[in-house]
């Protein structure tokens, strides 16, 4: 189970980086970063439907029969990978996709008037981001883990 808990964490760190870059490349960092937040809202998407469908398949793994707790531990062990694989992820967003990635977008919010210029430096930095993305993955995957588990378990 860790095995395959691991290897659709990967697979979702890889779509993960390969969508920041499809959002650098189509502009939504820079001539378009006005819609950037809701374009990057379809990500998550992918990820649940990732999720869904990687428990489904390992509950045919296991003869088609899944208890709750055997899926959730399934979730949360995917959880746990995909926390601790966004320090990396976001590592290589800010050193080889867009370094710019901070500069750009304090610039953006304090000339459209979303925030001050001290207030955009505060949010928009590696460690606010890093705090965030890591709250995120845990909370968000524990409970897509117990929401997926309750709809895959069969005994």
Known sequence: MIRSALTVSVFIFIVS?????????????????????????????????????????????????????????FGL???AFNTALSPVGLWIFENFINPNFYKDFINYSVTNGLHDKASAIEYFNHDNYLEQTLIAQSTQGIFLSVVIAFASSRK
Do not use: D
């Open 77 to 79: 062990s995917l959880t």
């Open 17 to 73: 980086t390969l969508w920041l870059a499809f959002e650098k490349l189509i502009g939504l960092h820079g001539k378009f970063i006005t819609y950037h937040q809701y374009v990057t809202m379809i990500l998550p998407i992918f990820i649940i439907l990732i999720t869904a469908k990687s428990t489904q398949l390992y509950r045919f793994k296991c003869g088609g029969k899944i208890t709750f707790a055997h899926a959730l531990f």
